[in-house]
Nanobody, 119 residues
Framework: QVQLVESGGGLVQAGASLRLSCAASGRTGSSYNMGWFRQAPGKERELVAAIRWSGGWTYYADSVTGRFTISRDNAKNTVYLQMNTLKPEDTAVYYC????????????WGQGTQVTVSS
């Protein structure tokens, strides 16, 4: 089992920055892919960014490319999502998730953190 706890959400104005953190515990290790998802009211949950825990691969949705950066700190077992130049359409609940290599779906989820961007 892997436990994930997000933090760092909040209310900001358009153009501001936020950094989300996801602290992982339990059966963590380099054999996981970590992802940040978001879900806005009335919309489906979407994958925003992902990273291989061992490094060497990242993914970004087109809507955040160039503005968001995913990273990890192996020593702290923490994954980050640096969000710059935030837009009102980035408003959503952001979730951290983990899946083992070979799994087709993310198996472990955090509780989510709210990000609200005002115009």
């Amino acid at each position: 089992q892997v436990q994930l706890v997000e933090s760092g959400g909040g209310l900001v104005q358009a153009g501001a920055s936020l950094r989300l953190s996801c602290a992982a515990s339990g059966r963590t290790g380099s054999s996981y892919n970590m992802g940040w998802f978001r879900q806005a009211p009335g919309k489906e949950r979407e994958l925003v960014a992902a990273i291989r825990w061992s490094g060497g691969w990242t993914y970004y949705a087109d809507s955040v490319t160039g503005r968001f950066t995913i990273s990890r700190d192996n020593a702290k077992n923490t994954v980050y999502l640096q969000m710059n130049t935030l837009k009102p359409e980035d408003t959503a609940v952001y979730y951290c998730a983990a899946r083992t290599f070979g799994a087709t779906m993310y198996q472990y989820w955090g509780q989510g953190t709210q990000v609200t961007v005002s115009s």
